[in-house]
């Protein structure tokens, strides 16, 4: 994918995933960039962290009710 203007004011490229190389270039034909803003997004990082977080609640919880003592609690005087 190739893109390429002329325009001397700013200039605006939006990459969508699908076509994401993984290498951009950006050059001028007369060296003469002065300023040049990266923006990456990705908009799936905030399912993902809370699907993270309840598996991660989940196995907190799971692993305390295996280590939980599960002894039944017998009446004073009574034996085992």
Same mark, same amino acid.
């Given at each position: 994918? $190739?893109?390429? #203007?002329?325009?001397? /004011?700013? &200039?605006?490229?939006?990459?969508?995933?699908?076509?994401?190389?993984?290498?951009? =270039?950006?050059?001028?034909?007369?060296?003469?960039?002065?300023?040049?803003?990266?923006?990456? $997004?990705?908009? #799936?990082?905030?399912? /993902?962290? &809370?699907?993270?977080?309840?598996?991660?609640?989940?196995?907190?919880?799971?692993? =305390?009710?295996?280590?939980?003592?599960?002894?039944?609690?017998?009446?004073?005087?009574?034996? $085992?």
């Amino acid at each position: 994918m $190739a893109e390429e #203007t002329s325009a001397p /004011e700013k &200039v605006t490229l939006t990459v969508s995933q699908e076509n994401a190389p993984e290498t951009v =270039v950006v050059q001028s034909p007369d060296a003469d960039i002065t300023v040049l803003e990266v923006s990456l $997004a990705r908009k #799936t990082w905030f399912v /993902e962290a &809370v699907i993270g977080i309840l598996v991660g609640v989940f196995l907190v919880v799971a692993g =305390v009710l295996l280590l939980w003592p599960r002894r039944p609690h017998l009446p004073e005087g009574a034996s $085992a």
